[in-house]
């Protein structure tokens, strides 16, 4: 694997030909995207009695992570959050190290949490495909579990483990430079990790994206898209 790079201020990955996120504002793509997509503002002002789940498809630099904990952080009685994310090709501790200062979140990831996202890298460089629970002392009610290896083998562990969705956060990189992160197989295994009523929200739109969602029962409806893109898609289960 050709390691990511940055180009001004956003990172480029080689390997995919494409862009971890946007040139016009990574956190304020995220924000539009993912958090505003999933009506995330309304559904999680109040503490539930259970702790709120989001999935997410495709962790890379854990931006859409430190945005949804920058979002919670507003709230005066904010749910629990526990975050389920998978990577295929996690980035190196050093570059995922510079995320929060280079993206102004205002603080630095502590040793603990450094130590244990490198132990899961050296891990799973030995093999070891499934969970690792990094431990964010400094993100309080919020728990990131992070899945290294198949987005199959992720949604397959959350149907075993009995872990169901409110919300998802589909961000493979395009469709059309990495297929394998919009196959049926994974439309499938979303819908079999989702809770009632849960949303998803994405930055593609392209059309078998949306029919391949509509197919196990998301009602698709086109959005806006951020800075030069014209559209994206959220939905619903019915």
Not at 19 to 29: H, Q
Not at 114 to 137: C, E, H, R
Request: charged share 25%.
């Amino acid at each position: 694997m050709q390691e990511p790079k940055w180009e001004a201020d956003t990172l480029y990955s080689p390997q995919f030909g494409d862009l971890y996120f946007s040139k016009e504002g990574g956190k304020a793509e995220s924000r539009l995207v993912f958090w505003e997509g999933n009506d995330l503002d309304q559904r999680c002002q109040t503490r539930l009695d259970r702790p709120f789940k989001i999935g997410e498809l495709g962790f890379g630099t854990g931006l859409n992570f430190l945005v949804t904990w920058e979002e919670l952080r507003k709230k005066p009685n904010p749910p629990s959050l526990h975050f389920f994310t998978v990577e295929k090709f996690p980035l190196p501790l050093a570059l995922w190290q510079e995320i929060p200062e280079k993206m102004s979140f205002g603080f630095s990831w502590e040793k603990q949490t450094l130590d244990a996202y490198d132990w899961a890298l050296q891990s799973y460089q030995a093999g070891s495909t499934g969970f690792y629970k990094i431990t964010v002392p400094n993100l309080k009610n919020v728990h990131l579990h992070l899945f290294l290896g198949d987005v199959v083998l992720f949604l397959e562990a959350l149907v075993e483990k009995v872990e169901k969705m409110d919300a998802w956060y589909l961000d493979g990189f395009s469709p059309a430079k990495n297929p394998a992160m919009w196959e049926n197989t994974v439309f499938e295994g979303i819908r079999k990790s989702s809770a009632e009523n849960a949303s998803f929200a994405t930055f593609s739109s392209a059309g078998f994206v949306r029919r391949g969602l509509e197919s196990v029962g998301f009602q698709v409806e086109k959005k806006p898209g951020f800075g030069r893109k014209r559209e994206r898609i959220v939905g619903k289960l019915l």
